[in-house]
DNA sequence: TTTAGTAGTCATAAAAAAGTGACTTATTGG
DNA sequence: CCAATAAGTCACTTTTTTATGACTACTAAA
């Protein structure tokens, strides 16, 4: 039987985990459109108004850190990088959706 | 029929509004606790360490603001506070209780 | 009316996150 | 080798968040 006991004082909980993996300015809309598909450095820079180089590459280095996004290089013609939301990263699109639909 | 059409560049889309109001260094930790039942003050300020009154306080009104938690003044003994969710708050527990069991 | 307990605010300081503009690296194709 | 394009980094500034410690407001009970 596995024991469902309450959450210990700081053991984070998983859900308060993931909270805290997309916090941040720009973190929530680049997950929206890494929900969407992949996603290209200066693609995204164009899609996210207000949001510059720096910032961006901040934000996707920790979401890759954090195992969310996962980085290919892609050489082709001019050669570019896409970000892909990682398997792990899948699980979260049906929440991700749902949320959608709710109010 | 409900035409389901891709949300345009800066429509804020539901789910990243929501992230986004859940962000910061405390929010996720509260909400979780607010999760589990009602919140005082002086209680948070004992479970959540390493946070102080003046964070916590900008904390919880955001989250007020935001229309998540709700502020009820106890007029009792020693008079207190109870922060809960609201109904609108309420409609995230599901998908809260449902992130604690991926990974 | 004084005191104790809770929940704050205020001015300010420190730390963290985000923004800027110039510069760098890597690759492909000519 | 050279140019063009994409994806960055670097040093630094600005803005936003958090943190500190002292102080205030409210209520109930003594």
Redesign the pocket.
């Known amino acids: 039987m596995t024991t469902k006991r309450a959450m210990g004082k700081n053991e984070t909980c998983p859900a308060q985990a993931i909270l805290k993996q997309l916090s941040?300015?720009?973190k929530p809309e680049i997950f929206r459109l890494a929900v969407d598909g992949s996603l290209?450095?200066?693609?995204l820079l164009r899609q996210i108004e207000?949001?510059?180089?720096?910032?961006l590459?901040?934000?996707?280095?920790e979401l890759e850190e954090v195992g969310l996004l996962q980085?290919v290089v892609i050489?082709?013609?001019?050669?570019?990088?896409?970000y892909y939301l990682t398997e792990n990263g899948k699980t979260l699109i049906p929440f991700f959706k749902q949320l959608e639909n709710l109010k």
């Open positions: 941040g300015k720009w290209r450095f200066n693609s207000g949001a510059n180089r720096q910032t590459s901040v934000a996707l280095r980085k050489k082709e013609k001019p050669l570019h990088i896409e």
